[in-house]
T-cell receptor
Framework: NAGVTQTPKFQVLKTGQSMTLQCAQD?????MSWYRQDPGMGLRLIHY???????DQGEVPNGYNVSRSTTEDFPLRLLSAAPSQTSVYFC??????????????FGEGSRLTVL | AQSVTQLGSHVSVSEGALVLLRCNYS??????LFWYVQYPNQGLQLLLK??????LVKGINGFEAEFKKSETSFHLTKPSAHMSDAAEYFC???????????FGSGTQLTVLP
């Protein structure tokens, strides 16, 4: 069972560079989301999607773009990287209906450093 | 708006002792509540959850939590700590039509031999 797969696991960028963090899930989950994890701050929601073609902003969306062209994929784009975006990024997915609604399945994370 | 407060960013217990990790939430609608565990350099995995029904919820690895609406709490307990329980624990609340989760800031559990 692959679950939620994130790539790359590690990335170093220079300020101003752009990049895309990839996320794919094979559980046919409607809901997908991106979080960033910073020490002492827990996980903060960046963007989320409730289905293909539908995305919305979370708590900390500035500097990030997302799209959802298929149910399986939910890439996160950094438009112009800044040192404040140094963080660990997690992609997660869940069902939207049924008794398991809201139960997130997480990828293993992508550690990004912006110099 | 919803929020989660975890009391104590670091908790240390001796092996075999009771584990108690505290979580309080605020939500304007009936919440779903979750505890997740994160081992070093890994993603988060679900320990247990409360949606509706029985307020005492049992999870994996011997953990349980009790939903107390009057106290807006969802504390996590385990009767006897094991070395393998050392990890970071996150409480989360889920509300809204999309059921997106809001996480607490986490509690790092250290188990002493």
């Amino acid at each position: 069972n692959a679950g939620v797969t994130q790539t790359p696991k590690f990335q170093v960028l220079k300020t101003g560079q752009s990049m895309t963090l990839q996320c794919a899930q094979d559980m046919n989950h409607e809901y997908m989301s991106w979080y960033r994890q910073d020490p002492g701050m827990g996980l903060r929601l960046i963007h989320y999607s409730v289905g293909a073609g539908i995305t919305d902003q979370g708590e900390v969306p500035n500097g990030y773009n997302v799209s959802r062209s298929t149910t399986e994929d939910f890439p996160l784009r950094l438009l112009s990287a800044a040192p404040s975006q140094t963080s660990v990024y997690f992609c997660a997915s869940s069902r939207r209906t049924g008794r398991n609604t809201g139960e997130l399945f997480f990828g293993e994370g992508s550690r990004l450093t912006v110099l | 708006a919803q929020s989660v407060t975890q009391l104590g960013s670091h908790v240390s217990v001796s092996e075999g002792a009771l584990v108690l990790l505290r979580c309080n939430y605020s939500s304007s609608v009936p919440p779903y509540l979750f505890w997740y565990v994160q081992y070093p350099n890994q993603g988060l995995q679900l320990l247990l959850k409360y949606t509706t029904g029985a307020t005492l919820v049992k999870g994996i690895n011997g953990f349980e939590a009790e939903f107390k609406k009057s106290e807006t709490s969802f504390h996590l307990t385990k009767p006897s700590a094991h070395m393998s329980d050392a990890a970071e624990y996150f409480c989360a609340v889920s509300t809204g039509s999309a059921r997106q989760l809001t996480f607490g800031s986490g509690t790092q559990l250290t188990v002493l031999p």
